[in-house]
């Protein structure tokens, strides 16, 4: 009788973060962010270890790299990063720290820390594959609310609503700890740019599934993920 | 009686970089489809037809420094080779994390071409000056720095870069000597010392027409680079061992002292005395005026230069 692989399926990912341990200052960022990157790479994203260089490849890219353990633990599960590995997180010579090295493990798109990156590098990436004329591949770039705080994602999705990058999507876990907030919801300061904007409970598998893949034609799509406050 | 000797030229030739840089960046789009020009406004009227041409490789962001390097390191990330040009200090003071992080970190390259120097826009102030671009891209590792010294120093240093994937920076400025010198990797001899000269000077990019005039009275040898990173650490050793004596006068056109560890290293075989001269990092000069006037408030205008060379070679 067949088995399933072990360390493959949803319910499998509290385990293999349990690997990981060490991290409790970024535990409710790490918390937070899971059913999004299990539904972005089991239903979303099209990419796995086999194209992780190709360039037609859908790209992922973490700027929020704080909490990085969930992001591990859905490699690990898809394949990209072996089980070994993940118990060496955070020594020395692991490829794995508290915040991603795109040099240092295979299908991490970005290497990430400092907030406010990802969506920059995320536009740039939209750019260069609408500029050979690839235009299946999506780019998906994972955003927090505090994260928003930091002017150059400003400057980032004003460009990108402006130049009209509609293979772009940016996913913001909304967590509440962004510490001034965002009066009127962070999805006004995308849909005022020009972009697509959704949100979704950030715990509705089957909701981001939704509101990550409705078409969104000729503009940016945003969508807002709605979690249960910072404690 | 002899007459007084005439008052050493300015030695400062008007050079139009930036321009030559656009036609040069423009052509590349048309020969190579890997290229792309990431602009905030500074200069996209130069890139007009060029962004006609090439809709999707000509991005002008409007006013977003952060985002320019962002998006260059992006557009690396798919396999493009981005030109980045706005002025020095909003290409690399402002978004020096970006540069840092979204270039070297990444572990992807581009092409940074700043305008301006440290100061051609004297009469702006201080905010569009940037003396220290070259010590702070410094900071980072495997950078390649471009300073050319004349116009067509420009297109053989672009087309090398857009050859290959590293980070590099090409330095413009609209002032430079009256020809055009060798711009690639290596130090190069423009006028040589006997074998009992005093040392050797080395002459960064535009400064060396100002050097050969305020050193032709010393017995000196003048080399010159437009490439200072990596420093040619070898070439400058040889040159400085067949001079007379082992010391070494460095003039750059930014921040004093930015080479002086190179030349350290360069020279740490042989005992040896060095000085550095470069815009002067004691204070910051508040002036307006024009770049003569910043020149002389640094001594690096052909009269400093003098002074400061004769003080240091005829100890």
Known sequence: ?231 | MTAAPPAPAPAVTAQPMRDVFAETAAAALDADPRPVVVLADVSADRFTDAARRHPDRVVNLGIREQSMIGVAGGLALTGMRPIVHTFAPFLVERPFEQVKLDLGHQGVGAVLVSSGASYDGAHYGRTHMAPGDVALLDSLPEWTVHVPGHAAEVPPILESALRGDGNVYVRLSERGNAAARPAGPGTHPIRSGSGRSSGTVLAVGPMLDRVLAATEDLDVTVAYTATVRPFDREGLNRIAARAGQADVLVVEPYLEGTSAHEVAAALSDRRHRQLSLGVRRDTEVRGYGTPADHDRAHGLDTAGIAERARAFFLL
């Open chain 1, 1 to 231: 009788m067949p088995t399933a692989p072990a360390f493959t399926r949803y319910a499998d990912l509290p385990a293999l973060s349990g690997l990981m341990t060490g991290d409790e200052k970024h535990r409710s960022a790490a918390e937070s962010t899971r059913e999004v990157l299990w539904v972005l790479y089991d239903r979303v994203l099209d990419v796995s270890p086999e194209t992780a260089d190709d360039p037609d490849r859908d790209r992922f890219l973490l700027s929020k790299g704080h909490g990085p353990v969930p992001y591990y633990a859905v490699l690990a599960a898809k394949g990209f990063i072996d089980l070994a590995t993940l118990r060496r997180w955070a020594e020395f010579d692991s490829p794995l720290g508290h915040h991603p090295d795109r040099t240092r493990i295979p299908g991490v798109e970005i290497s990430s820390g400092s907030l406010g990156h990802g969506l920059g590098l995320g536009v740039g990436t939209a750019l260069g594959l609408r500029a050979q004329g690839r235009t299946r591949p999506r780019v998906v770039v994972l955003m927090g609310d505090g994260e928003f705080d930091e002017g150059s994602n400003h400057e980032a999705v004003a460009a990108a609503g402006r130049l009209g990058l509609d293979n772009l999507t940016a996913v913001v876990v909304d967590n509440s700890s962004a510490t001034h907030g965002w009066p009127g919801g962070i999805g006004t300061r995308f849909s005022a740019e020009g972009w697509q904007t959704r949100s979704a409970p950030g715990r509705d598998r089957s909701a981001l599934d939704d509101a990550l893949t409705r078409p969104h034609r000729g503009r940016p799509l945003a969508v807002v993920a709605r979690v249960r406050p910072k404690g």
